[in-house]
């Protein structure tokens, strides 16, 4: 391995090649501990399989067995050719020999099943067999638990610890339930009378949760922009009371944009930008709703309130890139395309520069967020008013919800549906 080691660790330049440098060196000196961070973030950034091949080493000096040889088998399925240098394809040849050698180490569970069971489910630790015939690897040295169950028998578990390369057959023999016990007969229930069921105490329901982003709403900021549709979905927990109903739901909304021209209000044509998102985001959220029942039997209702909450942008990112008009396309922001750099193409320097506040905004540029300075949202608020929707009540303790509304997010969308409690 040392040969490649010191070839590869000489020859990186591209994006992660530092932090896989560092890395192959500190496992050189024996230091895996260290060195596993830096490799495993290298990959992340650019996958190498000469650093790919030292992070599955390091995994398996430290002992985690299992994913030395998940890596190593990964590397193994890889061709080798002219994509990578030499040093890498060297590694993908290595990685075959080490995938089987680690195998042989690895600890192994087979099941004898004594009878045909219906529904069989086996568990090692906490992970469903998906094929009970084939041995399953577990890690070594560490108490496992099998799990087995099926329909109408009790479970069976049992703790096993098991050493390198050792390999265990578990008997798998559950022990039937006993038969429920029998219905009441007509006799014994004769004269009893259901008490009527009144309006659910509690609600609980969910569903789709979307918003539509009309175009006008970028003309807030600025010019360009296209109608958005960001899908998502909630769930809700609603409690009735003597006035309006009370909401409190959790949400999860999607923010995709494809490229889109946009500039800022007041900016010369030379500030267009193509944005694209890929954001996803948390919303908690509370909600009052009175609802007005149309009908004698309370089939239908009209619901009208508000909501309150905040949002969380916890994925994803804002993309930004300078842009440029193709000949004839000056005046249609929406057929520009995307700078590959400083006057690049060439004849592009008054939208491709260097020398406005967005100058380094080229391909794979990411915004940063509110609390860096930037336009990314983190944190922002959630304010729909009014909601408005229809209910639908099939039965007493069921409910199908139509709502939309006005949001600061743009024009709300909901389905959904509640079961009463």
Not at 127 to 136: E, H, I, M, Y
Not at 141 to 167: N, P
Not at 237 to 263: M, R, W
Not at 267 to 281: G, N, R, V
């Amino acid at each position: 391995m040392a040969w490649f080691l010191a070839f590869g660790g000489s020859a990186l330049a591209a994006p992660g090649d530092a932090q896989a440098g560092r890395g192959i060196a500190l496992a050189k000196r024996g230091d895996c501990v260290q060195a596993v961070p830096l490799l495993e973030e290298s990959e992340g950034i650019r996958h190498r399989p000469s650093a790919a091949l030292v992070l599955a080493d390091c995994h398996a000096k430290l002992g985690d067995l299992l994913r030395a040889s998940e890596l190593y088998h990964a590397l193994a399925s890889e061709t080798p050719g002219r994509k990578y240098p030499w040093w890498d394809n060297a590694a993908l040849r290595q990685a075959k020999k080490k995938a089987a050698a680690i195998d042989k180490r690895i600890p192994t569970v087979t099941f004898a099943i004594a009878e045909r069971y219906e529904e069989l489910e086996i568990e090692v630790d906490g992970r469903l067999v998906r094929d009970s015939t084939q041995p399953v690897q577990i890690p070594p040295d560490r108490k496992i638990t099998v799990l087995a169950r099926a329909k109408g028998f009790d479970e069976q578990s049992a703790d096993l610890t098991l050493r390198e390369g050792e390999q265990r057959i578990v008997q798998i023999r559950l022990v039937r339930l006993p038969p429920p016990a029998p219905k009441p007969t007509p006799s014994a229930s004769a004269g009893r009378t259901r008490a009527p069921s009144g309006p659910p105490s509690l609600w609980l329901g969910g569903g789709y949760q979307g918003f539509v982003i009309p175009t006008f709403m970028f003309g807030f900021f600025g010019d360009g922009g296209r109608t958005m549709l960001v899908p998502g979905g909630n769930l809700a927990l609603t409690i009735p009371t003597s006035g309006p109903e009370i909401t409190v739901a959790a949400a999860y909304a999607s923010f995709g944009l494809g490229e889109t021209p946009f500039k800022p209000t007041g900016a010369p044509d030379t500030d267009y930008e193509i944005l694209e998102s890929d954001l996803q985001a948390l919303l908690a959220t509370v909600h009052v709703a009175w609802d007005i029942p149309l009908d004698a039997r309370g089939t239908f209702h009209v619901r009208v309130g508000a909501g309150l909450g905040i949002g969380w942008s916890f994925l994803g990112d804002l993309y930004r890139t300078q842009a440029y008009p193709e000949p004839g396309a000056e005046n249609d922001p929406y057929r520009w395309r995307k700078c590959r750099g400083p006057n690049d193409p060439p004849g592009t320097f008054l939208h491709c520069n260097q020398l406005d506040h967005d100058a380094d905004h080229y391909f794979g540029y990411v915004e940063p967020s509110w609390f860096a300075g930037g336009y990314r949202p983190t944190l922002f608020p959630y304010l729909a008013l009014p909601e408005i929707g229809l209910a639908i009540h099939p039965s007493n303790a069921f409910a199908i919800d139509l709502t939309v509304g006005a949001s600061l997010t743009g024009i709300l969308t909901r389905a959904g549906i509640r079961f009463g409690l």
